[in-house]
């Protein structure tokens, strides 16, 4: 099993900024894709965005133009920046990592490796 380490959660404002990162073993990144999921209280898990080996990145439709996912090789990280945060944002937000390519990005079932989730809480 992989160590996947979240962190960079926290407490923000509307339209602040928050950028989170996933820490793994070198070897994650040798993997498909990596791709952050947020889950609120009473709603679905949901695909925040995604990239993959390529450089490829996808993102959730209530994301797009706000959040920015990357990779660090050499830090063997994943970020997530987090622009123009709105209080619906406010979930917990987990890393996940799939070493298959196939299928739907946004479809959690597909990643075998999840990091604990770190909490992001935005208030007006």
């Known amino acids: 099993q992989v160590k996947v380490v979240e962190s ?6 509307a339209g602040g900024s928050l950028r989170l990162s996933c820490a793994a ?8 894709r990596v791709a952050w999921f947020r889950q609120a209280p009473g709603k679905e898990r949901e695909g925040v ?13 209530s994301v797009k133009g706000r ?5 660090d090789n050499a830090k063997s990280t994943v970020y997530l920046q987090m622009n123009s ?7 917990m937000y987990y890393c996940a990592a799939s070493p298959w390519g196939g299928s739907s990005w946004s ?7 999840w990091g604990q989730g770190t909490q992001v809480t935005v208030s007006s």
């Open 8 to 13: 960079g959660g926290g407490s923000v404002l």
């Open 25 to 32: 073993p070198r070897y994650m990144f040798a993997g498909a």
């Open 49 to 61: 965005a995604a990239i993959y080996t390529g450089g490829s990145t996808f993102y959730g439709d």
């Open 67 to 71: 959040f920015t996912i990357s990779q």
């Open 85 to 91: 945060l709105k209080p619906e944002d406010t979930a």
């Open 107 to 113: 479809t959690w079932t597909n990643y075998n490796s």
